[in-house]
Nanobody, 118 residues
Framework: QVQLVESGGGLVQPGGSLRLSCAGS????????MSWYRQAPGKERELVAA????????NYAASVKGRFTISRDNGKKTVYLQMNSLKPEDTGVYYC???????????WGQGTQVTVSS
């Protein structure tokens, strides 16, 4: 079955960096658009960044543009989110999402906690 497993979250000071990873299995990774979402306490889940199935196109939320970079390695079936210059408002649970380009079927990971605090 489809599985998405996130890792790399943790506690970091403001201005610090983290790299999240999401490993996929049970599906043809290269035929899925991959994205990262986050959900802060008491807030709705929001899109952070997305990358096309080939990696040739990306888009970012305005709040993270210039600080975060999404990338993917289809050979390793993994999508990454490099987060630099982290701010307290980046705190939340970060989720990986896979959407099939043909059917638009969507799958979610279980999430990884990111806390930015001094």
């Amino acid at each position: 079955q489809v599985q998405l497993v996130e890792s790399g979250g943790g506690l970091v000071q403001p201005g610090g960096s983290l790299r999240l990873s999401c490993a996929g299995s049970g599906f043809i990774f290269s035929t899925y658009v991959m994205s990262w979402y986050r959900q802060a306490p008491g807030k709705e889940r929001e899109l952070v960044a997305a990358i096309s199935n080939t990696g040739g196109s990306t888009n970012y939320a305005a709040s993270v543009k210039g600080r975060f970079t999404i990338s993917r390695d289809n050979g390793k079936k993994t999508v990454y989110l490099q987060m630099n210059s982290l701010k307290p408002e980046d705190t939340g649970v970060y989720y990986c999402k896979a959407v099939a380009i043909q059917t638009l079927n969507a799958h979610w990971g279980q999430g990884t906690q990111v806390t930015v605090s001094s």
